[in-house]
């Protein structure tokens, strides 16, 4: 038998009808009937995988919130008293949307709340399915609430004028930077750029509950966006969650807070932990190392070339064994480096080592490379001995979730007393400690 072909337009058509057929095979006097509950716990994220490759995944930045989470994002509305517009202005298949009217249900049919529901996506089959799901939850729960699912870009829409709540899970996928922003140059995280622009549209007070990628919460590219954001949100939480689910290897954190006049003085909020105490930053230099393999093209002179393939971690290297001709930046010893992917959660997750070879290196750009500001092996050796104390994991852990180490991070970890521990049992953000 023929195999039909796969179409990006036949795979939407058949993710919309899935839900169509449950919203027609519903039976609202069976509240527990499993058909409807997939429906609303799951489901669209199964279908999703199942219909939809990853690389257009990734491309169309359908990424569908779990139950847990959605409802974790929505909790707050419980207190939602009055007149409530919820707006979701990117809402794929509505999970958030979901979790919202489920837990508005109860206040609306008190009279506490008015509440209505506005779902945007600029995918069709995906509006069409949050309705669906919608429809299935308002009569499983016997809650109504008016919903409104609109095709267009979330980003420049007029409803979100009038949201008195906004709950946002973004595309993440890179864009190149709108010129308008003063944030952004290049190529930018598109959540950091969605997010900024409902920012700019929402009305003073909305509430805004976001799930949002960890690089914007510690990476130093978005320093300015994060400055930018907090002179128009009053932040109440910068909250790291891990992974986004078992099928998606991104690690976000949970935003929330209220939007205010952007000429109005706000709380500084700390996005990451603050250490107040002197950091490795103060006693290294720490940069990326300078060689990209595949890109600088390989003449100028020979130079001894240190990757991270291999790497003896936490030993000392007497000689660099590889080479390779390299005009750039290069590094004599003695250093330190690092490899800069790490797995959040484990042990060891800046493994270093000393580069004690004192020739011209050129050090590959998957490591990064910390140069004691003393020019000392010995600072080198204590260097070693702070990255494999279990405070610097901690550290690691609670500032930066992302599988890159940024220099940003390492420099601000803790220049720990490893020999008394007087400070860093745990982590303890007070100098005088
Ligand atoms: C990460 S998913 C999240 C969906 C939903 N909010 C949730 O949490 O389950 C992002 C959604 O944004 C949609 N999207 C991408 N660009 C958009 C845009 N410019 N305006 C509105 N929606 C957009 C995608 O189609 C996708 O459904």
Redesign the pocket.
Known sequence: MVQPTWSLDSALAEFSSVFRSASEALNPENSLDPVSQFALDGQ?GAELRRLLPPEHRRR??????SHEL?HQLAAPLIEARGDVVVV?????????LVAAAHTLGPSQATGQVNAQLIG????KE?AEAARFRLGIQSRISGHNLPAKLIV????RVAKLGVATHVL?????AAIAADQNWPWAQGNVSGAAD?LAAVVSQIPHGCQLAA?LPEVLRGGSRYGRWRDWIGKHIEIEATESLGRFDRWTDVDVFLFRGYRVDGRRKVRPHLWVPAYDGPTVGDQFEVTVGPVVHNRHPEDGPMRPFLTARGLSVWETIERVEGARQFRGKTHCGPFVVVPRTSRPDERGRAPGAIVADTRLIAVDNHLLVLKPRDHSAKTCKSLLQVLRHSSSDAWLDQTMRCRHLTVGAVASLPWVNTESLQVFDGINTSRSA
Not at 60 to 65: E, H, M, S, V, Y
């Open positions: 669209a169309l930045g359908a990424f569908f919130t959605a979701d202005p990117s809402c794929g298949a509505g999970d958030l945007i996506d600029v995918i995906f267009a870009d979330g980003r946002l899970n973004p595309p993440f969605f799930i």
